[in-house]
């Protein structure tokens, strides 16, 4: 079946640096999603990537969906204390199909 | 976008057991899909909850394991049946939704079930 792999697994960083973590598949996908999950809340939608080459910001966020269509990255700017999370990618083949998703980055921050 | 209620947010049940968990949604969507993740996990798709007619599992899924309903296009139900210390996860409905520029699926905040 289809499968992302994500890298890292975890980041310790000093707040005001930059982080960047990325998603890599076998398969397309027609989007890429970026979630950031906190200690017992759901996913939240960071970014949606569309088309093959899209960089899109958000605030400090920034990702691209890979020319290929089979990998992705997100960066985070300035890092602060807030970013602590699990970080998400999820490739979706089809509008409105299922997402399969990576494995998270877990991301600490120091401050 | 659209919000999403989950309902309980986490219980404890005895092994051999069922549980219901609610998902309700403040506005009319196409798709909704139940998650389960386990502790220190990613996501795993459970099944797309299809309104009027029976969801479609992912491999490893079941039925008669987990049961789902969606009457209309604002809620469904997912039930855990005759539990054991296994089915021990976060327990997440989504739903797609469209608004701004972001077309993706919003997750309610999950159920956090253990079977003892």
């Known amino acids: 079946g289809q499968q992302l792999n994500q890298s890292p697994q975890s980041m310790f960083i000093q707040e005001g640096e930059d982080v960047s973590m990325n998603c890599t598949s076998s398969s397309i996908f027609n989007t890429w999603l970026w979630y950031k999950q906190d200690p017992g809340e759901g996913p939240v939608l960071l970014i949606a990537l569309y088309k093959a080459g899209e960089l899109t910001s958000n605030g400090r966020l920034t990702a691209q969906f890979g020319i290929t269509r089979k990998d992705s990255f997100l960066n985070i700017s300035a890092s602060i204390p807030s970013d602590v999370g699990i970080y998400f990618c999820a490739g979706q083949s089809n509008q409105g199909g299922k997402l399969i998703f990576g494995q998270g980055t877990e991301l600490s921050v120091k401050p | ?116």
């Open chain 2, 1 to 116: 976008s659209a919000v999403i209620s989950q309902k309980p947010s986490r219980d404890i049940c005895q092994r051999g057991t069922s549980l219901t968990i609610q998902c309700q949604v403040d506005s009319q969507v196409t798709m909704m899909f139940w998650y389960r993740q386990q502790p220190g996990q990613s996501l795993t798709l459970i099944a797309t909850a299809n309104q009027g007619s029976e969801a479609t599992y992912e491999s490893g899924f079941v039925i008669d394991k987990f049961p789902i309903s969606r009457p209309n296009l604002t809620f469904s139900t997912l039930t855990v049946s005759n539990m054991s210390p296994e089915d021990s996860s976060i327990y997440l409905c989504s739903a797609s939704t469209s608004g701004s520029n972001l077309y993706g699926y919003t997750f309610g905040s999950g159920t956090r079930l253990t079977v003892v």
